[in-house]
């Protein structure tokens, strides 16, 4: 990669103002001289921010900034902020649909700053996804909003969440549903599609030649020959075999869920595709809530986000770690440094 693409910013997002995305931003900006990080610039509202600052007792210089080149001129120990023609209210813990006016531009914006070029990816601080919805937004989730952001031609890329606890990753191919949606969205096209762009991006994104896949099965002990449920005979395998013959992409699977995350198992994969959401976010979130990070593949653009939500009564008390949003923007800077992560 070109010097003048790695000098780019990271483009950070505000998050839910009510929350502790912020908060994060902040803190790990106040401590950057003992924890260096690449440069970035925050999209939102640099008043908001600054009241957050003093709230938090951060010694910190946010300057407001129109052009994203401004901000690579910048001292270093100043903050950058581009307005995005919306503001938030400093109420840590306090939900008002107000906010999400200035939470959604701050998303667009950024994803427009890395789309033309200005900044080279996207670290997205958490969003409260009910409070969204109650103001009128109608995607489950950044991952299918960021996919809509991305379209072209009216067609938006297949968005994959996955996350990551080092090398540990996980993928559900059925994300923001309810449980009961599960059954009828599980398809053999939706698991051939998920898995073909995880061995795409695990290649291009993270530098991995030949990524080692486990697809976990559906229902206990992954069907027990059918006597469990039989989505393992109908769908699973066919889709794996799918996968080998048209594609070339040899998987293991289905892997009886419950124990495809046990650690010896586990390290012999460079991703396990599990089959719905909780399967693969609790085994990642309960080996590393501290330092996870969610990653969307199947973008055209890189984006990565701590693995924690909006945590709202630690937001405005510092009592919050950072741990997790500094792995997400040091993971994005690998990604956009090296290819390689
Ligand atoms: N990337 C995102 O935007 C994202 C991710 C997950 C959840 N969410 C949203 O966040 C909201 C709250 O969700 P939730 O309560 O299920 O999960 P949560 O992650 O906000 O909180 C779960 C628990 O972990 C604690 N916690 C979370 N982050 C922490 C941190 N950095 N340091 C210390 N403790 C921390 C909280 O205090 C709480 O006890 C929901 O609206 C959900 O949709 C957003
Ligand atoms: N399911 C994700 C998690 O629990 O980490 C989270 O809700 C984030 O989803 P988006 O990145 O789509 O907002």
Redesign the pocket.
């Known amino acids: 990669m070109q010097m003048a693409q790695i000098k780019k910013p990271i483009a950070i997002t505000l ?1 839910e103002p009510a ?2 995305g912020p908060d ?1 931003t902040l803190q790990l900006f106040a401590n950057k001289q003992k924890k260096p990080l690449p440069h970035m610039v925050v999209f939102g509202d640099a008043a908001f921010l600054s009241a957050r600052a003093e709230r938090l007792q951060l010694d910190l210089d946010i300057c407001q900034i129109s052009n994203i080149s401004e901000a690579v001129d910048l001292e270093s120990d100043t903050l950058p902020v581009i307005e995005v023609g919306a503001t938030a209210t400093d109420a840590p813990g306090f939900l008002d649909r107000e906010n999400a006016g200035v939470v959604t531009s701050s998303i667009e914006a950024a994803v427009a700053a890395v789309r033309g070029d200005e900044c080279r990816a996207i670290v ?1 601080a ?6 969204l919805y109650e103001a009128g937004f109608k995607y489950p ?2 991952t299918e909003f960021l996919a809509a952001l991305c379209g072209e031609n009216g067609v938006s890329p297949r968005p994959v969440m996955m996350l990551a606890h080092k090398e540990k990753r996980a993928i559900p191919v059925t994300i923001h549903i309810s449980l009961k949606e599960v059954f009828s969205r599980l398809t053999v096209g939706r698991i051939v599609e998920t898995v073909r762009v995880a061995h795409h991006d695990l290649q291009q994104k993270f530098g991995i030649a030949a990524p080692r896949i486990g697809v976990t099965g559906l229902n206990p002990h992954a069907g027990e020959d059918g006597a469990m449920g039989d989505e393992e005979e109908t769908i699973i395998k066919p889709a794996l075999a799918e996968l080998k013959e048209r594609f070339d992409i040899r998987t293991d699977g289905p892997l009886p869920a419950d124990t495809a995350f046990a650690p010896h198992i586990w390290s012999g994969y460079d991703v396990i595709v599990a089959m719905y959401h909780d399967q693969a976010l609790i085994p990642v979130k309960a080996i590393g ?2 330092a996870g990070v ?1 990653v969307t593949l199947g973008l055209p653009i890189v984006r990565t ?10 937001a405005g008390t510092g ?4 741990t ?1 949003m500094y792995e997400a923007i040091m993971l994005a800077d690998k990604m956009t440094n090296k290819g390689a992560a």
Do not use: Q, Y
């Open positions: 998050g929350g502790i994060l997205t958490p969003i409260h996804k009910s409070n989730g950044h809530f501290d969610n986000s701590p693995d924690h939500g909006t945590a709202l009564s630690l009592d919050a770690s950072p997790s």
